[in-house]
């Protein structure tokens, strides 16, 4: 699977962003997606994950609330809605994908990852 990443930039505190990820090579309904990310001088942690039909999501604590992941099995497209940004929030953010499990996504172990898009919050 090859994964795009786009929608990344620069927000004021407050503001919100929308990442998209496009998926190719795969049949990407047998994929449970997730979202990570990684601040400077930090290890990449998980941000959000969504099963293979979008039934199942599970959240960080740090963005449950803020942060919104869905996808379009017919777009081949994962999101991430961000609201109320945060200058915590900066961070290099990844789309990952791991062939589905029929479980819960709370453990998404990503077999493929995709390039990353910049988000930068100003406060």
């Known amino acids: 699977v090859q994964l795009q990443a786009s929608g990344g930039g620069l927000v004021q505190a407050g503001g919100s962003l929308r990442l998209s990820c496009v998926a190719s090579?795969?049949?990407?309904?047998?994929?449970?997606m997730g979202w990570f990310r990684q601040a400077p001088g930090k290890e990449r942690e998980f941000v959000a994950a969504?099963?293979?039909?979008?039934?199942?999501?599970y959240y960080a604590d740090s963005v449950k609330g803020r942060f919104t992941i869905s996808r379009d099995n017919a777009k081949n497209t994962v999101y991430l809605q961000m609201n109320s940004l945060k200058s915590e929030d900066t961070a290099v953010y990844y789309c990952?994908?791991?062939?589905?499990?029929?479980?819960?996504?709370?453990?998404?172990?990503?077999?493929?990852w995709g390039q990353g898009t910049l988000v930068t919050v100003s406060s």
């Open positions: 990952a994908a791991e062939r589905t499990r029929y479980s819960s996504v709370r453990s998404l172990a990503p077999d493929y």
């Open positions: 090579g795969r049949t990407f309904s047998n994929y449970d």
């Open positions: 969504i099963s293979w039909r979008g039934g199942s999501t």
